[in-house]
């Protein structure tokens, strides 16, 4: 007969991560789905990439306002998700966190990849040494059509540019217009095993319509 766990062991750490292009409405359903989780009782961090750590926001800030090299812009984007992996999300996992991230490395791919014509070997080998098997039980991509989405980005309410125009950029002088078929065929190609497909207007649940495809998610994710 297997020993009873001690009741102080805390839950093990699920890693959910949110993509899409701008205006797809992955961002104001972050929290959405941080309440979900913390109504059933478990903490959850909140986080964003690039940035997500004091030394993340300053590198953050750096890619998204200063001139340089493409090239330049990818290597600290990938040092921001290192020192955002090493002193927020592994803690937070170890303490059994429900952990948001608004962007991962997806996002890369399509970007920086996809959209600015970087080596996709290049950010595969940068994606190895700095994330190595740290990645999300589930990912949720919003799907939208990149027409819908100029237009949900043009209805922004003057002074406040929406969550994904904040968040999205990972590349300097990036534009709201860039590439989005080459960004929608990046997230299309580089999902991985764990990726679920949602409508951009909402995500799955309650009275919410079923996402359009799902694959197979980790087998120790349940909740939302």
Same mark, same amino acid.
């Given at each position: 007969?297997s020993?009873? #766990?001690?009741?102080?062991?805390?839950?093990?750490?699920?890693?959910?991560?949110?993509?899409?292009?701008?205006?797809?409405?992955?961002?104001?359903? &972050?929290?959405w789905?941080?309440?979900?989780?913390?109504?059933?009782?478990?903490?959850?961090?909140?986080? =964003?990439?690039?940035?997500?750590?004091?030394?993340?926001?300053r590198? @953050? %800030?750096l +890619?998204?306002?200063?001139?340089?090299d493409?090239?330049?812009?990818?290597?600290? &984007?990938?040092?921001a998700?290192?020192?955002?992996?090493? $002193?927020?999300?592994?803690?937070?996992?170890a303490?059994?966190c429900? &952990?948001?991230?608004?962007?991962?490395?997806?996002?890369?791919?399509?970007?920086?990849?996809?959209?600015?014509?970087?080596?996709?070997?290049?950010? !595969? !080998?940068?994606?190895?040494?700095?994330?190595?098997?740290h990645?999300p039980?589930?990912?949720?991509?919003f799907?939208?059509? $990149? %027409? +819908?989405?100029?237009?949900? @980005?043009?209805?922004?309410?003057?002074?406040? !540019?929406?969550? !994904? @125009? =904040?968040?999205?950029?990972? &590349? $300097?002088?990036?534009?709201?217009a860039?590439?989005p078929?080459?960004?929608?065929?990046?997230y299309?190609?580089?999902?991985?095993? $764990?990726?679920?497909?949602? %409508?951009?207007?909402?995500? #799955?649940g309650?009275?919410? #319509?079923?996402? @359009?495809?799902?694959a197979?998610?980790?087998r120790?994710?349940?909740? #939302?």
């Amino acid at each position: 007969m297997s020993p009873t #766990p001690p009741r102080d062991v805390p839950p093990r750490g699920l890693f959910i991560s949110f993509e899409g292009i701008d205006g797809a409405g992955k961002s104001s359903h &972050v929290d959405w789905m941080a309440q979900r989780w913390r109504e059933l009782g478990r903490e959850v961090i909140v986080t =964003r990439e690039p940035g997500g750590t004091p030394l993340g926001e300053r590198l @953050r %800030e750096l +890619v998204l306002h200063e001139p340089m090299d493409e090239h330049t812009a990818l290597l600290l &984007v990938a040092a921001a998700r290192n020192e955002h992996l090493r $002193a927020c999300i592994l803690p937070a996992l170890a303490r059994g966190c429900v &952990v948001i991230c608004d962007r991962y490395t997806d996002s890369t791919y399509a970007y920086q990849g996809y959209g600015r014509g970087l080596s996709l070997d290049w950010i !595969a !080998a940068l994606e190895r040494e700095v994330v190595g098997a740290h990645r999300p039980d589930r990912t949720y991509l919003f799907d939208l059509p $990149a %027409e +819908v989405a100029a237009r949900r @980005r043009a209805a922004a309410p003057a002074g406040r !540019a929406p969550a !994904a @125009r =904040r968040t999205i950029p990972l &590349v $300097a002088k990036t534009s709201w217009a860039h590439c989005p078929a080459s960004l929608t065929a990046g997230y299309d190609r580089h999902g991985h095993p $764990a990726l679920v497909s949602a %409508e951009g207007n909402r995500l #799955p649940g309650a009275s919410w #319509p079923p996402v @359009r495809h799902e694959a197979p998610a980790s087998r120790h994710l349940s909740g #939302p």
